[in-house]
């Protein structure tokens, strides 16, 4: 089975500081991506960054930077220069090759002091 | 045009109501899913529909009962539900996964759904 944890029920970070979310999972499959989304009040469920489990780089968008260690099935999410909207629900996800479904994470809440 | 839409996104109903949710993407995907989301929980998924057939239904109880009409739109149809049932639902798409994988789903806003 495919399992996804975020051991972090809620984060706290000051604007403009940096903070990073955990995730493990566990997966027998050598095919999978992993991705963060980020949920805010407004409910709409983003994509915040992808990563394909072949690739060794870490995958970067913006401020947002993964580190990830495919042996430790750890999938860090870093957020650099915290702004006010990054304040959402966190969920680390979970994706095989050739199938539908995604496993989530139990999400952690962020929230971005001023 | 990236966006998934649904309607409404509010909803109040009694439990002998008939009410249905609805999703629509105009961005060619040919999976569609919905997501059942309980507060402060991850969302649980309910059923696919891959290429306008219903290729996973999550054990999910027949007063919920899902549509796909055509490639753009999927329907949730909604009857004698309880009170538990009230939750966020969610709509999302993605391309064939089959051939695009690590392809990323799009979601919609969701039907904030409250069953009296």
């Known amino acids: 089975a495919q399992t996804v944890t975020q051991s972090q029920p809620e984060m706290s970070v000051q604007e403009a500081e940096t903070v990073t979310l955990s995730c493990t999972y566990d997966t027998s499959e050598s095919d999978y991506y992993l991705f963060w989304y980020k949920q805010p009040p407004s409910r709409q469920m983003i994509l915040v960054i992808r990563q394909e489990a072949y690739k060794q780089q870490n995958a970067t968008e913006n401020r947002f930077s993964v580190n990830f260690q495919k042996a430790a099935k750890s999938f860090s999410l870093k957020i650099s220069d915290s702004q006010l909207g990054d304040a959402a629900m966190y969920f680390c996800?979970?994706?095989?090759?050739?199938?539908?479904?995604?496993?989530f994470g139990q999400g952690t809440k962020l929230t971005v002091n001023p | 045009d990236t966006e998934v839409t649904q309607t409404p996104k509010h909803l109040v109903m009694g439990m002998t109501n008939k009410k249905s949710l609805k999703c629509e993407q105009h961005?060619?995907?040919?999976?569609m899913y919905w997501y059942k989301q309980k507060a402060k929980k991850p969302p649980e998924l309910m059923f696919v529909y891959s290429y306008e057939k219903l290729s996973i239904n999550e054990s999910v109880p027949s007063r919920f009962s899902p549509e796909c009409p055509n490639s753009s739109l999927l329907n949730l149809h909604l009857h004698a539900l309880q009170p538990e049932d009230s939750a966020l639902y969610l709509c999302a798409s993605t391309q064939d996964l089959y051939r695009r994988r690590g392809t990323e789903a799009f979601f919609g806003q969701g039907t904030r759904l409250t069953v009296v």
């Open positions: 996800v979970l994706g095989q090759g050739g199938s539908e479904k995604l496993v």
């Open positions: 961005m060619g995907h040919r999976a």
